[in-house]
Nanobody, 126 residues
Framework: QVQLVESGGALVQPGGSLRLSCKHS??????IGWFRQAPGKERQGLAC????????FYRDSVKGRFTISRDNAENTTYLQLNTLKAEDTALYLC?????????????????????WGQGTQVTVSS
């Protein structure tokens, strides 16, 4: 059974950092993407990492602030969030594309992923 569980979300001040984790059980050889969804807004693709972590993609607006990585031995993918802003407040979700070890195109489309976690809340506020 495929399962993804996110953790690491918290309330943080502007300029702060967080590291989110996505534990994926039941499978490992797939690309993993990170998304976020704020209330009343569409789900937004942030980054994707291939199974062998040799291909990584980022949404332009988070390049240089967010970093995706994975530890296949631990079946875990991470998203490091730096220099957080109020507009980064959202529910952060990870997702898997079980069709391939490569990131889908476009990696930002939720329709290209078929397994989802429940999400972890990130709130950026002073």
């Amino acid at each position: 059974q495929v399962q993804l569980v996110e953790s690491g979300g918290a309330l943080v001040q502007p300029g702060g950092s967080l590291r989110l984790s996505c534990k994926h059980s039941g499978f490992n050889r797939y690309a993993i993407g990170w998304f976020r969804q704020a209330p009343g807004k569409e789900r937004q693709g942030l980054a994707c990492i291939s199974y062998k972590d040799d291909l990584i993609f980022y949404r332009d607006s988070v390049k240089g602030r967010f970093t995706i990585s994975r530890d296949n031995a631990e079946n875990t993918t991470y998203l490091q969030l730096n220099t957080l802003k109020a507009e980064d407040t959202a529910l952060y979700l990870c997702a898997a594309d079980r069709r391939s070890g490569w990131c889908p195109y476009p990696f930002t489309s939720p329709d290209n992923y078929d397994s989802w976690g429940q999400g972890t809340q990130v709130t950026v506020s002073s």
